[in-house]
């Protein structure tokens, strides 16, 4: 675990003691840290049993205390433990910050964050792969795998420093006073989690402190999404009238795209253009990139290859949970003139909980789709949203029945694309279940080989 003489003979609190929680504990008692932990569960407080006071800070005076380390889970807008803290005058900080102030006590090293509305986690995760082909010790933390303060420090290897890739939400970010990224990015941005903000302006001011928080010297990098002129650049912080471009041009990345068979579509064309400009900072040659995107495997339930079967390709796209997110997903697979004559080719499985009204930005790509198969609660409003507007709408209600009806309607050289746009919490427990649901129902085990079981898989039950 990561550890710091910054923090013994100081006095923290931790509310909540789930991944990032516990391993803040963990790491602040190993520094010789005064620690308070506290989380609802019982099971959670029982590993600090005898180590540590267990006490609510929400009813403990936090006189004299350092900080407040609360999970991103925390609503600050809301809880009262955001004015509970402020009466004491004891800032309410996150793990991230504590691994910031941890960093002098760190050998010499580089830090790439990593933060958007989507995105961040396909392109931290090739930024590592990238950085790992390429011979540069590189971890990956913050909200995606093993928090951040749990991992084994990084030493400098052969071919340069080690570096921390930081996944970083809103929420994170909000939690985060000191991190200086030696290089900071933002895949984009677009209304989300507004329950946590104001406003849109509120929610897109807190992705921008990751970059009022860097040193002058230090790289931003912003995805065309991300930039009203429509354009993926960088930014010298300390030119900031001259903004230059990254080093491999879209025009170029686009041809090569078709290389890559887990990076499709224009969102992984943007993914790919951030993560280029972010490793070719850290030192990276354009030929080790190159050598390194065909051989990325991607994410589970992002963009997933999960199989081919007669020619079908099934992919498992469950993190979509918003338009936005499916949009670019529909976007990858447009008519070809040589498949079928050039007719629409997607079979959509489409529903859940919607978080909005509408297609958004899907009703851009309604073209590429052969049919649509609409499920859960919002099901039936996805249905009258697209009869009439795409050749075939099946009501269907049920994941299981809507695969089974792609799948017969379906054709050589067609696409089942599971991407709901929705939230899964009307069937599901959150969308990794629902995708491995998906997996079980086109009949793919975990790393299984690239054909499909046999059909009867798709008949499976579904399962709440």
Request: net charge negative; hydrophobic share 40%.
């Amino acid at each position: 675990m990561i550890t710091s003489s910054t923090f013994s003979g100081k006095r923290y609190a931790v509310l909540g003691l789930a991944r990032s929680g516990a391993a803040a504990a963990e790491a602040l008692l190993a520094s010789g840290a005064q620690v308070t932990v506290w989380d609802r569960q019982d099971v959670a407080r029982e590993a600090f049993e005898g180590r540590c006071e267990i006490a609510d800070p929400l009813e403990s005076d936090l006189t004299g205390y350092d900080g407040l380390v609360v999970s991103p889970g925390v609503p600050l807008n809301t809880h009262p433990i955001t004015g509970h803290a402020a009466k004491f005058g004891v800032p309410i900080i996150g793990d991230i910050e504590l691994f910031a102030q941890a960093r002098s006590d760190l050998p010499p090293h580089k830090v790439v964050g990593i933060t958007g509305t989507n995105g961040k986690s396909t392109t931290v995760t090739l930024v590592h792969h990238i950085l790992r082909m390429a011979g540069i010790p590189a971890v990956l933390g913050g909200n995606i795998g093993e928090a951040i303060m749990a991992q084994a420090p990084l030493s400098p290897g052969e071919h340069g420093d080690g570096v921390y890739v930081l996944e970083l939400s809103s929420y994170q970010i909000d939690l985060t006073q000191s991190l200086d990224c030696d290089v900071a990015a933002l895949t984009n941005i677009t209304p989300d989690h507004l329950d946590r903000y104001d406003d849109y302006a509120a929610y897109a001011a807190s992705k921008g402190r990751l970059f009022e928080m860097q040193s002058a010297q230090h790289l931003a990098v912003f995805g065309s999404l991300a930039n009203p002129a429509g354009q993926i650049y960088t930014r010298e912080r300390e030119q900031r009238e001259g903004d230059r471009a990254v080093a491999a041009d879209l025009d170029a990345l686009r041809e090569m795209q078709p290389q890559w068979p887990n990076l499709q579509g224009p969102h992984n064309l943007e993914n790919v253009a951030v993560a280029v400009a972010i490793v070719e900072e850290l030192g990276v040659r354009p030929s080790q990139w190159q050598h390194a995107l065909p051989r990325f495997k991607g994410l589970p339930h992002r963009m997933e290859r999960v199989c081919e079967e007669d020619g079908v390709l099934f992919i498992n796209d469950s993190k979509a949970t918003n338009t936005a997110s499916s949009a670019p997903a529909l976007a990858a697979f447009p008519p070809d003139d040589s498949i079928h004559d050039g007719d629409p080719r997607v079979h959509w499985i489409v529903g859940g909980l919607a978080k909005e009204d509408g297609l958004g930005e899907c009703a851009d790509h309604l073209g590429n789709i052969a049919a649509a198969y609409t499920v859960g609660e919002a099901g039936p409003r996805f249905a009258e949203l697209l009869e009439e507007q795409v050749p075939a709408v099946e009501r269907c209600e049920l994941v299981s029945e809507a695969v089974r009806r792609a799948r017969e309607a379906s054709r050589p050289g067609d696409v089942v694309l599971f991407s709901p746009a929705c939230a899964s919490f009307d069937q599901f427990r959150d969308y990794e279940k629902r995708g491995e649901h998906f997996r079980q129902l086109v009949g793919v085990i975990a790393d299984a080989a690239e054909d499909c079981s046999p059909a009867s898989t798709f008949l499976k039950d579904e399962a709440a």
